[in-house]
T-cell receptor, first 113, second 111 residues
Framework: DGGITQSPKYLFRKEGQNVTLSCEQN?????MYWYRQDPGQGLRLIYY???????QKGDIAEGYSVSREKKESFPLTVTSAQKNPTAFYLC????????????FGQGTRLTVV | GQNIDQPTEMTATEGAIVQINCTYQ??????LFWYQQHAGEAPTFLSY????GLEEKGRFSSFLSRSKGYSYLLLKELQMKDSASYLC????????????FGTGTLLAVQP
């Protein structure tokens, strides 16, 4: 079945370490997005990519990095420069938002210990 | 910024009707989405408004007024399973192709 997969579902990291969150989709979507969600809040855009080898910063890109080497994959690295990394991270993809909605992965809950 | 605002929490009774508002201070967007999100899960698509007016899909309807800067999601015949967060999101198309979410509204449906 086609879909978007995030792994792992739960992730623990020691303070000061970098960690990479995986996002893979087999929907043949061009656009992919990373959002962060804090308790009781909406989604805030971290990075997004409209096409392979291209990506743009969202509203809260500081302390994060991404790559888009393949159409199917858009990994997010949470670096040690991110001061408050504990959050729920959601990846999404879309074929073209003006024509169809964005599909979301099940999310990764990152906890810094 | 886009300043997309929603009430933080709402409570309604099973079988009733509830309206969740979304106000924004932005322009030049292509359309407005509504998503439903149960706790700890991924958001799922509910509706998309491009033109002003009401879009009806079963128990859920969504309204957009660009001139007044607001949208609302109307849920009829509420069921317990409708307890969730409801997120509105503004879509900027063209070269931007960006989806910006509001603060989200947590709806609690009571018996």
């Amino acid at each position: 079945d086609g879909g978007i997969t995030q792994s792992p579902k739960y992730l623990f990291r020691k303070e000061g370490q970098n960690v990479t969150l995986s996002c893979e989709q087999n929907l043949n979507h061009d656009a992919m997005y990373w959002y962060r969600q804090d308790p009781g809040q909406g989604l805030r855009l971290i990075y997004y990519s409209q096409i392979v080898n291209d990506f743009q910063k969202g509203d809260i890109a500081e302390g994060y990095s991404v790559s888009r080497e393949k159409k199917e994959s858009f990994p997010l690295t949470v670096t040690s420069a991110q001061k408050n990394p504990t959050a729920f991270y959601l990846c999404a993809s879309s074929i073209q938002l003006g024509q169809a909605e964005a599909f979301f992965g099940q999310g990764t809950r990152l906890t810094v210990v | 910024g886009q300043n997309i605002d929603q009430p933080t929490e709402m409570t309604a009774t099973e079988g009733a009707i509830v309206q969740i508002n979304c106000t924004y201070q932005t322009s030049g967007f292509n359309g407005l989405f509504w998503y439903q999100q149960h706790a700890g899960e991924a958001p799922t698509f509910l509706s998309y408004n491009v033109l002003d007016g009401l879009e009806e899909k079963g128990r859920f309807s969504s309204f957009l007024s660009r001139s007044k800067g607001y949208s609302y999601l109307l849920l009829k015949e509420l069921q317990m399973k409708d307890s969730a967060s409801y997120l509105c999101a503004v879509y900027y198309g063209g070269a931007t192709n960006k989806l910006i979410f509001g603060t989200g509204t947590l709806l609690a449906v009571q018996p």
